[in-house]
């Protein structure tokens, strides 16, 4: 597995420009960001050096999986170790659950911290927080080579007869509700690709990073990235701005300290380096054209 990972960053360049992030288009914020209450009086924070904290993953190569010996790996485990390592929490426990388990999970006490990447969207907003931006990655729409809907921006989206597949649950499956497309939602992953294979749905909205692993693991696929521009709001509301890290509103100390060393760890170059390691560039902690 670790050697997959090892060559992740030449499928991304083999990929160019298919299967790399696709950048907003020009004009508008960037961002928009929830800021928290900065006026904490919790111990969430004491709580978790004291006693231990339980984070939330579910199986979503390239983030977070599960290696050979059922050790939680990926770029966001390997982000949040370091991050609790940083702020001194030692007894670190992981479960695992499908990924629209994730916020309930958290809100039900049962994890702590939801340490799959997570973004930022008006849903989500309303009943978890978020911790400061850790890194950054892209949409992609996904569709056969001959791409028989001939989707050839967003707006076809919402065409009649075009079907939009994504994870239940996901931003993306968020954004294209918002759109007034015809959505139909997967488990994970593993089965929207399948059905995009198939042709079950026209289209699918998904990570870039996920489909370049996809791509380096089924060479033979008949799946393509389109290189279309997502519109300014995917990126600035609807789930593509930065990744984050999800926790409890009440939380806010446990919050500061995680977002603090996220801080810390991207200004050191800790993330970048991390980011290398599973064959990204550095430069995807930040958004496009920020540096």
């Not at 579910?58 to 485990?77: C, M, R």
Request: glycine residues 6%.
């Amino acid at each position: 597995m670790r050697k997959l990972i090892a060559i992740f960053v030449l499928s991304l360049l083999a990929f160019a420009p298919a299967a790399v992030a696709q950048t907003p288009e020009a004009g508008g914020a960037i961002t928009t960001s929830h800021a928290p209450d900065f006026a904490c009086t919790d111990t969430s924070y004491a709580d978790a050096v004291a006693n231990g904290i339980t984070l939330g993953i579910t199986p979503d190569f390239p983030y977070t999986y599960l290696s050979d010996t059922n050790e939680p790996e990926g770029i966001d485990v390997a982000i949040n170790n370091a991050v609790l390592a940083w702020i001194g929490i030692t007894n670190v426990n992981y479960e695992i659950m499908p990924w629209d388990s994730l916020i309930p999970a958290l809100q039900a006490d049962q994890i702590d911290v939801i340490a799959d990447n997570i973004q930022e969207t008006p849903d989500r907003v309303k009943v978890i927080a978020f911790t400061g931006p850790a890194w950054w990655y892209g949409p992609a729409l996904i569709t056969t080579s001959d791409n028989p809907a001939n989707i050839q921006s967003y707006d076809d989206l919402t065409r009649e007869g075009v079907t939009v597949g994504a994870v239940s649950g996901s931003a993306a499956a968020e954004y294209l509700n918002f759109l007034g497309a015809n959505v139909t939602t997967f488990k994970d992953n593993t089965a929207e690709f399948a059905a995009a294979e198939q042709g079950r749905v026209s289209v699918i909205l998904e990570d870039d990073t996920k489909f370049a692993a996809y791509q380096l693991q089924n060479d033979s696929t008949n799946l393509v990235a389109l290189d279309i521009d997502a519109p300014e709001i995917l990126i600035s509301e609807y789930g593509y701005s930065y990744a984050r890290y999800g926790l409890r509103q009440a939380d806010c100390t446990l919050n500061f300290a995680y977002s603090r060393a996220l801080a810390e760890m991207r200004g050191s170059g800790e993330i970048g380096q991390i980011l290398e390691q599973f064959g990204l560039p550095r430069d995807n902690v930040y958004l496009p054209g920020i540096s």
